[in-house]
């Protein structure tokens, strides 16, 4: 079984400039999350899906993020116009709707974003 | 608002030891708990997870502790080793949510 994947690995771009992230969930998961660790802080909750909506957005910093999870399948963050400080790495989780009262996301190995 | 705090921040072990990684958060009514294994540059390995009606869990040379009571959990590892070096990161599930509550992670270094 795949695990969770993201798209790309490392992304450099302008301050100003439009970044599109990408997370694949594992096979038949319908929660799908996103979390984000900037430089020197812990790793912090951005949002949750089911399937293809929004269950917590309580997380996203502000306005210029926007996710979607069309179909209920892969997701993508984008990010529009990138600030310096939004710089870190993204981190994308999914955990299987019936997990056995076990609750574990399984995480991806996240997308390191750098703004200059 | 709950908050999740790692002690020691980083650890530096010669090989063989038995070493334990603190974990303590402030609100008792979590879901569960889990730890996490991070390697430099990549993503995080999921290690052990404890749930709130559980007191401990074992994989291996890892034995992972929860007292809810005092807001605390430990990952115990035995006989370390250097393959073992990484970041170990603690995150605490409140009850009722999906999300988890990350702490700042302890950064261990065992030496051959």
């Known amino acids: 079984e795949a695990g969770v994947t993201q798209f790309p690995s490392h992304s450099v771009i302008e301050k100003g400039q439009t970044v599109t992230l990408r997370c694949d969930p594992i096979s038949g998961h319908d929660n799908l999350y996103w979390y984000r660790r900037v430089m020197g802080k812990e790793i912090k909750f951005l949002l949750h899906f089911v399937k293809e909506s929004k269950q917590d957005e309580s997380g996203m910093p502000n306005n210029r993020f926007l996710a979607e999870r069309t179909g209920g399948t892969y997701s993508t963050l984008k990010v529009q116009p990138a600030e310096l400080e939004d710089s870190g790495v993204y981190f994308c989780?999914?955990?299987?709707?019936?997990?056995?009262?076990?609750?574990?996301?399984?995480f991806g190995p996240g997308t390191r974003l750098t703004v200059l | 608002k709950q908050e999740v705090t790692q002690i020691p921040a980083a650890l530096s072990v010669p090989e063989g030891e038995n070493l334990v990684l603190n974990c303590s958060f402030t609100?008792?009514?979590?879901?569960?708990l889990q730890w996490f294994r991070q390697d430099p540059g990549k993503g995080l390995t999921s290690l052990l997870l404890?749930?709130?009606?559980?007191r401990e869990q074992t994989s291996g040379r890892l034995n992972a502790s929860l007292d809810k009571s005092s807001g605390r959990s430990t990952l115990y590892i035995a006989a370390s080793q250097p393959g073992d070096s990484a970041t170990y990161l603690c995150?605490?599930?409140?009850?009722?949510?999906?999300?988890?509550?990350f702490g700042t992670g302890t950064r261990l270094k065992v030496l051959a």
């Open positions: 609100d008792s009514a979590i879901y569960n």
């Open positions: 404890i749930q709130s009606s559980q």
């Open positions: 995150a605490a599930r409140l009850s009722g949510t999906y999300k988890y509550i």
């Open positions: 989780a999914s955990s299987p709707t019936r997990s056995g009262a076990q609750g574990e996301q399984f």
